[in-house]
């Protein structure tokens, strides 16, 4: 199965740790993290990866082609983006890598979790939707990206960064996507880069199609600030 991870972030909010470390590879207790989230995902059974890049993009090359050799049974493509085409933007431009598959996921680079992935790609393929959205509990998602569903788990609305009157669910969007190849045609009208899921593809599956919604109760913090950084590296034992 293959699997995008998205990686190409300039890890701001890390600095200074991301000074001469693309955020990807920022150690989260004796490994980088994208080691961990390799090794998670082909414990599901992901073995393809197309990885994006852009800042100091050859320390990602090199640190995936180290990973390939130590895992014969994986490929890993990297890919250099000089501007950022954006989440969305980089399937696009990638499209030749993911069309033919039947199921793809999409994954942020940024999560650590222990989510259980079968059982997403178990409840995809029963809702037979065009796409699955995890999430997971925000007690504070104003910085997040906010979903309402119906009963059947059928998404009605996704909110990027919702001000605090707009604040109508704490389902957040962890950022881990199960895809069919049936997305591509949503892409059509979308010509110029960037292109974002939430802002620019999401809404418009939501209208026209059927999205659902996967709720998860594991572990699952987003590295993207200092804070959280710290608070991975003291919960990282408990979880591997």
Do not use: C, W
Request: net charge positive; charged share 25%; no cysteine.
């Amino acid at each position: 199965m293959k699997a995008l991870i998205l990686a190409a972030g300039l890890g701001t909010r890390l600095r200074p740790l991301t000074n001469k470390v693309p955020k990807p590879l920022i150690k989260i207790g004796d490994k980088p993290l994208l080691e961990y989230t390799l090794t998670y995902l082909n414990e599901y059974g992901f073995d393809r990866y197309l990885i994006n890049s852009h800042y100091l993009p050859i320390k990602v090359k090199k640190f995936a082609s180290k990973f390939e050799k130590q895992n014969k049974n994986i490929k890993i493509k990297v890919t250099y983006e000089p501007i950022l085409l954006g989440s969305g933007g980089t399937l696009l431009k990638n499209k030749s890598y993911f069309v033919k598959e039947e199921t793809f996921l999409v994954y942020y680079g940024d999560n650590l979790t222990n989510l259980n992935l079968n059982k997403v790609l178990d409840f995809h393929k029963r809702k037979k939707g065009i796409a699955t959205i995890v999430s997971y509990y925000e007690k504070n998602p104003a910085s997040k990206g906010i979903i309402e569903f119906k009963q059947n788990k059928k998404i009605t609305l996704l909110k990027e960064k919702p001000k605090p009157d707009e604040i109508t669910s704490y389902y957040a969007n962890a950022g881990i996507y199960v895809f069919s190849n049936k997305i591509f045609k949503y892409f059509k009208n979308h010509k110029h880069y960037p292109i974002d899921f939430a802002k620019d593809i999401l809404p418009i599956l939501i209208k026209k199609t059927n999205v659902y919604v996967y709720h998860m109760n594991e572990y699952f913090i987003d590295i993207g600030t200092l804070e959280t950084y710290k608070q991975a590296n003291k919960e990282i034992n408990k979880l591997f």
